[in-house]
C-alpha cells in the first residue's frame, strides 16, 4: 500500500509541475526559441553614374577663300580680221581707245581709199575690222554727203568699252556720229529707226550748238540762244537751253532718245556742258 501511496504522490507531483508549466510562464523544455526577423536594411541606393562630358564641339575649318576670279575680256576676235590700212589710203585720222574693254589699248581709224570713206579697228591683240561709210550707209542712217570723215575722241558712256565720236559731214555745222565695236565689228548707234541722232557743232553770237557726252551714258544735244535782254550768247548770263536728250545703250549698241529740254539757263552750266563737248578728246 505504502508503495502505491508514494507512486501516487509522486505521479501527481508531476502533473502539478506540468500544469504550471502550461502557464503564461512558458514550458521550460520549449526549445522552439522564436526569433524576430531581422529586418533587411533598405538597399542602398546605387550611386548615379556622373553625366559623361559632351566632347568639345569641333571648330570648323575657316573656308577655302575663292581664287580670284581672272576678267575676260567681253569678247575675242579670233585671227587677224581684214588686214591693215591699204597703203593707198589718204585723209588719215587716228585715236587710242579701249574699245572691246580689255584694257590693252587698241586703234580707231577713218580714211579714205577709192572714193569711200572707212572706219577701221585695230584691236590690241592684232584683230582689224572696217566699216564703209558708202551709199548705203548714207542712206540707211539718215545723213547724206558724207564726208571729210576724222575721228575726234572716245568716251567712256556708262561703259568700259569706249564709244568713239567721229565727224561724219561737215559743211556750215559739223555733224558726229557714235561708233562702237561690238561681235568683231564696227557697229553705228543709232535710233529705234535705223537713222543716228542730229549731233553738230555750230556757234554764232546768237546761239551755240554742241553734243554734250556724259555723266555716265548721256548724249545731249544742246542749243543755248541768247534772247533779249541778251544779244550775244558769250557774254549773257541767263541763255535758253533747248535740246534733245539720249541714252547709249551696249549690247546692242544703240542711241535713245528720251526727251526734250526747254527751260532757262545759266552762263555757268552751258559753260560746264561745253566743257563735256563729244568733239574734245
Known amino acids: ?25 512558458g514550458s521550460p523544455f520549449d526549445t522552439t526559441t522564436t526569433m524576430e526577423a531581422s529586418t533587411t536594411s533598405e538597399a542602398t541606393s546605387t550611386t548615379e553614374a556622373p553625366t559623361t562630358t559632351a566632347a568639345p564641339t569641333t571648330t570648323a575649318a575657316p573656308a577655302t577663300t575663292a581664287a580670284p576670279t581672272t576678267t575676260e575680256p567681253p569678247f575675242a ?10 597703203a593707198g589710203a589718204t585723209d588719215v585720222s587716228i585715236i587710242s581707245a579701249n574699245l572691246d574693254g580689255d584694257a590693252i589699248p587698241d586703234d580707231f581709224i577713218a580714211y579714205q581709199n577709192g572714193g569711200v570713206w572707212y572706219l577701221h579697228a585695230r584691236l590690241g591683240p592684232g584683230y582689224t575690222t572696217n566699216l564703209a561709210l558708202d551709199a548705203a550707209w548714207e542712206t540707211s542712217t539718215g545723213i547724206p554727203g558724207v564726208g571729210p570723215v576724222s575721228v575726234v575722241s572716245a568716251k567712256n558712256l556708262g561703259d568700259p568699252r569706249q564709244v568713239v565720236v567721229a ?47 556724259g555723266p555716265g551714258n548721256t548724249v545731249v544735244q544742246a542749243v543755248f540762244g541768247a ?14 537751253l533747248n535740246g534733245e536728250d539720249y541714252r547709249v545703250h551696249r549690247d546692242p549698241a544703240r542711241i535713245e532718245h528720251v526727251g526734250s529740254i526747254s527751260r ?12 563735256d563737248n563729244c568733239a574734245n578728246p
Open 264 to 275: 532757262t539757263s545759266t552762263d555757268v552750266e552751258m559753260h560746264d556742258m561745253a566743257a
Open 227 to 240: 534772247f533779249p535782254p541778251c544779244t550775244d550768247i558769250y557774254t549773257c548770263t541767263t541763255p535758253e
Open 1 to 25: 500500500m505504502s508503495v502505491r501511496r508514494t507512486t501516487a504522490t509522486i505521479v501527481a507531483l508531476l502533473l502539478v509541475a506540468l500544469a504550471g508549466g502550461c502557464g503564461g510562464g
Open 167 to 213: 565727224v561724219v559731214s561737215a559743211g556750215l555745222a559739223v555733224q558726229y556720229a557714235l561708233f562702237a565695236v561690238e561681235g568683231c565689228q564696227i557697229v553705228t548707234l543709232t535710233q529705234a529707226d535705223g537713222t543716228v541722232p542730229d549731233l553738230w557743232n555750230l556757234g554764232s553770237p546768237a546761239h551755240s550748238d554742241f553734243p554734250v557726252c
Open 77 to 86: 576676235c579670233p585671227g587677224m580680221g581684214v588686214g591693215g590700212v591699204p
